[in-house]
């Protein structure tokens, strides 16, 4: 079953925008971590943010910051004032466990984010 | 810097030879290491994890004789795809969980098999 549900296979947003990148996952575990990741057309992954389960306040880095919705499973990512770097491939990904050397990290499906000048 | 550098970045076989992929952690001992594979426009599966000193671990429908995977060390694990055929050409990545928030990737390795 799937476990990480990006919904959107393409997004575009123009210049200074925000935008949002959803995110809904399904998991049993109560300790879970959820990750954005930004992949660019080199292909390297690029570490965004992160929530962990028990967190209580929402994620916040730089311009990024994200909707986590926990009674309904979803972890949108916003993405305020975009640039026209910012366009690339974004996963969502989430790690069920309490965080051990060991847990996997799987991820969805991807969007394609194309920002427009 | 990198925290997990991964090599080569591209790499171009010929059909029926074997290619090696590494993953170093630098500054830190990574106990488990953790190989992706992604084809074009789609996501990351999970290949395999790797513990040091033991055997790796595979996901289902990844056949562990074509994609052997050596972590003979806290700073190196290692992913060699053996008798390659087109069908393998992909973008190999390795990962490694060096703290809980955070997920350290190898800058990841394009492999063409002609």
């Known amino acids: 079953a799937q476990k990480i549900t990006q919904t959107q296979p393409g997004m575009f947003v123009q210049e200074k925008e925000a935008v949002t990148l959803d995110c809904t996952y399904d998991?049993?575990?109560?300790?879970?971590?959820l990750f954005w990741y930004k992949q660019p057309s080199s292909g390297e992954m690029i570490f965004l943010i992160y929530?962990?389960?028990?967190?209580?306040q929402n994620a916040t880095e730089g311009r990024y910051s994200l909707n986590f919705q926990k009674a309904r499973k979803s972890a949108n990512l916003v993405i305020s004032a975009s640039q026209l770097g910012d366009s690339a491939m974004y996963f969502c990904?989430?790690?069920?466990?309490?965080?051990?050397?060991?847990?996997?990290?799987?991820f969805g499906p991807g969007t394609s984010l194309s920002v427009i000048p | 810097g990198a925290v997990v550098s991964q090599h080569p970045s591209w790499v171009i076989c010929k059909s029926g030879t074997s290619v090696k992929i590494e993953c170093r952690s630098l500054?830190?001992?990574?106990?488990?290491m953790f190989w992706y594979r992604q084809f074009p426009k789609q996501s990351l599966m999970l290949m395999a994890t790797?513990?040091?000193?033991?055997?790796?671990?595979?996901e289902q429908g990844v056949e562990k004789d074509k994609f052997l995977i050596n972590h003979a060390s806290l700073t190196l694990s290692t992913l060699t795809v053996t008798s390659a055929h087109p069908e393998d050409s992909s973008f190999y990545i390795c990962?490694?969980?060096?703290?809980?928030?955070?997920?350290?990737f190898g800058q990841g390795t394009r492999l063409t098999v002609v």
């Open positions: 998991t049993s575990d109560p300790s879970y971590g």
């Open positions: 790797s513990n040091e000193g033991s055997k790796a671990t595979y």
């Open positions: 500054d830190f001992q990574a106990t488990t």
């Open positions: 990962r490694t969980n060096a703290r809980h928030t955070e997920a350290f």
């Open positions: 929530q962990g389960s028990y967190d209580q």
């Open positions: 990904a989430m790690r069920e466990g309490r965080g051990t050397s060991y847990d996997k990290v799987i």
